[in-house]
């Protein structure tokens, strides 16, 4: 946790690619919002999905800017559908950036830097990272306070997590003494499939960091991009739209409890 009332910020990492770290940005940070804390989203991932899934590509100045030119971040950002989501939009350009950052100065601290300067508007930044384990997503996890890791419920889920848990420790040794694991999160379940459930329980038996929550497959969670919209406001009812809060009910608890009163006082 940041000591001087900064902002907590989540980095969304998995170098597995589809397991769900975009739709958990959007949708994490909206019901966050929808609580009443004051989110931003950073899509750290040149794919640029979080972006376009709250309708918002083509922006001509993005994270991209903030990194490599070194411009301030509060003039990236930009506001969502979402009262209190804002979002530093992603775009192609943020794929020369991979190799752009190789030989500059403290390549894995342009995010952190970024952040440290942005001033107090947010209370917490998500990062969108990209599938793998580049200068993308070191920059995640040197400006992260908290790791938060979407997991598949499928065949060899654990496969991967041993690899992404040995650069947490790399990044705590060398970067960032203060990264911690925020949580797993399940994603994809399916209740109806033994395979899934059992894949719950390996991951648990591992971590014990892994959220109560579960977010089921939905049909309804994978379209509402195609709409620039979070599921909240796409469809409210849907059992992903209140996995999600409910998820964001259990990070607010965890990692924002000033947030949960507030939460808590509604009826
Ligand atoms: N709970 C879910 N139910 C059904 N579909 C989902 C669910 N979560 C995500 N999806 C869909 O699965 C695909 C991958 O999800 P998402 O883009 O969030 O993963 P990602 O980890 O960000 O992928 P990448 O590694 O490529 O950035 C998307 O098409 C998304 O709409
Ligand atoms: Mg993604």
Same mark, same amino acid.
């Given at each position: 946790m940041?000591? *001087?009332?900064g902002?907590?910020?989540f980095?969304l990492? *998995?170098q597995k690619?589809g397991?769900g770290?975009t739709?958990?940005a959007?949708n994490l940070?909206?019901?966050?919002?929808?609580?009443g804390?004051?989110v931003?989203?950073?899509d750290?991932?040149?794919?640029a *999905?979080?972006?376009a899934g709250?309708?918002?590509?083509?922006?001509?100045? +993005?994270v991209y800017d903030v990194? =490599?030119?070194?411009?301030p971040?509060?003039?990236?950002?930009?506001d969502?559908?979402?009262?209190?989501l804002k979002i530093?939009?992603s775009?192609?350009d943020?794929?020369?950036a991979?190799?752009? @950052?190789?030989p500059a100065m &403290?390549?894995?601290? #342009?995010l952190? #830097?970024?952040i440290?300067?942005?001033?107090?508007?947010? &209370?917490a =930044?998500?990062?969108d990272s990209?599938?793998? @384990?580049?200068?993308?997503t070191?920059? &995640?996890?040197? &400006?992260a306070? !908290?790791?938060l890791?979407p997991v598949q419920?499928?065949?060899l889920?654990?496969?991967?997590?041993s690899?992404?848990? +040995?650069?947490?420790? $790399?990044?705590?040794?060398?970067? *960032?003494?203060?990264?911690?694991?925020?949580? @797993?999160?399940?994603t994809?379940?399916?209740?109806?499939?033994? @395979?899934c459930?059992?894949?719950a329980?390996?991951?648990?038996?591992?971590y014990?960091?892994?959220?109560q929550?579960? =977010?089921?497959?939905?049909?309804r969670?994978?379209e509402?991009?195609s709409?620039?919209?979070?599921i909240?406001?796409?469809?409210?009812r849907?059992?992903a739209a209140?996995?999600?809060g $409910?998820l964001?009910?259990?990070v607010? !608890?965890?990692?924002?409890?000033?947030?949960?009163? #507030?939460?808590?006082?509604?009826?």
């Open positions: 940041p000591g *001087n009332g902002p907590v910020v980095a990492a *998995n690619g397991v770290k739709t958990t959007i940070g909206a019901e966050m919002a929808t609580r804390v004051p931003l989203i950073v750290l991932d040149p794919q *999905n979080s972006t709250l309708g918002l590509s083509g922006q001509t100045t +993005t990194l =490599i030119n070194q411009q971040m509060a003039g990236a950002v930009i969502t559908v979402q009262e209190r530093v939009p775009g192609p943020l794929a020369g991979e190799v752009e @950052l190789v &403290a390549r894995e601290q #342009r952190l #830097r970024a440290d300067r942005l001033g107090g508007d947010f &209370a =930044i998500l990062v990209p599938p793998s @384990l580049g200068l993308l070191l920059n &995640a996890l040197t &400006a306070d !908290e790791v890791v419920c499928e065949y889920a654990l496969e991967g997590l690899q992404l848990m +040995t650069t947490l420790e $790399a990044v705590r040794n060398n970067l *960032n003494h203060h990264l911690h694991l925020g949580g @797993l999160l399940l994809m379940y399916d209740a109806r499939t033994n @395979l459930q059992q894949v329980d390996e991951v648990r038996g591992h014990d960091e892994t959220f929550t579960v =977010i089921p497959r939905s049909v969670l994978s509402a991009p709409y620039g919209l979070p909240g406001q796409y469809d409210g849907s059992s209140k996995a999600y $409910a964001a009910d259990e607010i !608890e965890k990692f924002l409890p000033s947030f949960a009163s #507030r939460a808590e006082a509604k009826p």
